[in-house]
């Protein structure tokens, strides 16, 4: 069995509704690409890295943080003047400012290489899951390292989505203009 792309984000997903979504994706690497493994208010708590990790090791899906695939603090201000300036927040916005892609993949991405990243965590056969915590894959970094991922290793990307049984596919490499279909 192939490698497996998939995101998460963790906005609008309960705890009980995200760990069902991982196991019913048959997910068995959650790959953490949040500069910061916290978030805030309780309801999002089970993200919260020490819990989050106990569950995961629970549920049997193992554990990676993969702190250089996180965008720099610079980076992540370029966002949020974006942001301002469209009068919306992290847990509304649809999409990533085009000063924030560009400086994430001149930062994070001009020297990483997936298969590098495959070989290093011995990822070939799994189901991988990138975790941050925007709701839209489109508002989030993660959507830019799975594309990555996908493109490189020449395999599709499911984005995984609250209230989604098995969510998006956005990305398939054997055809890029190909549009993404949501499964009903």
Not at 1 to 14: A, D
Not at 101 to 120: I, N, P
């Amino acid at each position: 069995m192939p490698l497996t792309i998939t995101t998460i984000g963790v906005y609008g997903f309960t705890e009980s509704a995200f760990f069902h979504t991982l196991l019913n994706s048959k997910v068995s690497v959650l790959c953490d690409i949040r500069r910061r493994r916290a978030v805030r208010g309780s309801r999002f708590a089970f993200a919260n890295s020490k819990r989050l990790q106990a569950k995961l090791t629970q549920l049997g899906i193992r554990y990676i943080y993969a702190k250089e695939l996180a965008p720099s603090n610079a980076i992540r201000q370029l966002q949020k003047q974006a942001d301002k300036s469209a009068q919306t927040t992290k847990s509304t916005r649809h999409s990533l400012s085009d000063s924030f892609v560009v400086a994430y993949q001149a930062e994070c991405l001009s020297h990483f290489h997936s298969k590098d990243f495959v070989h290093k965590y011995h990822l070939a056969n799994d189901t991988i899951a990138f975790l941050c915590v925007e709701s839209e894959p489109s508002a989030c970094h993660r959507s830019i390292v799975a594309e990555r991922f996908a493109h490189e290793l020449e395999t599709s990307i499911i984005h995984l989505r609250p209230g989604d049984d098995r969510a998006v596919t956005a990305y398939n490499s054997g055809n890029n203009d190909a549009p993404s279909s949501e499964k009903d």
